[in-house]
């Protein structure tokens, strides 16, 4: 069955950094856009950066750009997140997302409707 499974998520504190990993199994992962959203409590699930098959294309919220980076590894079959300069305010759980792309290489999706598995998330918080 298709898995995403979320990995290096934890406590750090403001101005720190992590690396959050996904790692996807039972779909073709190359075929795939992939998406980092996150959630934090009492407020609606947010785009954080997305991804193109290829990973030629990625795109970031306004809030997370400079800071955070996208990328992917095919022959891994894993997405990730780099954070760094984490403020208080990035504490949330962070969703890893897969949108099937047959058509094209180079483009990433930023509403989450558009996507077809999800994570099960991994927890991140930045304590100032």
């Known amino acids: 069955q298709v898995q995403l499974v979320e990995s290096g998520g934890g406590l750090v504190q403001a101005g720190g950094s992590l690396r959050l990993s996904c790692a996807a199994s039972?779909?073709?992962?190359?075929?795939?856009?992939m998406g980092w959203f996150r959630q934090a409590p009492g407020k609606e699930r947010e785009f954080v950066a997305g991804i193109s098959r290829s990973g030629r294309s990625t795109g970031y919220a306004d809030s997370v750009k400079g800071r955070f980076t996208i990328s992917r590894d095919n022959t891994k079959n894993t997405v990730y997140l780099q954070m760094n300069s984490l403020k208080p305010e990035d504490t949330a759980v962070y969703y890893c997302a897969a949108k099937a792309a047959y058509y094209t290489t180079s483009t990433y999706y930023t509403r989450g409707q558009d996507y077809g598995y999800w994570g099960q998330g991994t927890q991140v918080t930045v304590s100032s």
């Open positions: 039972g779909l073709t992962f190359s075929t795939y856009a």
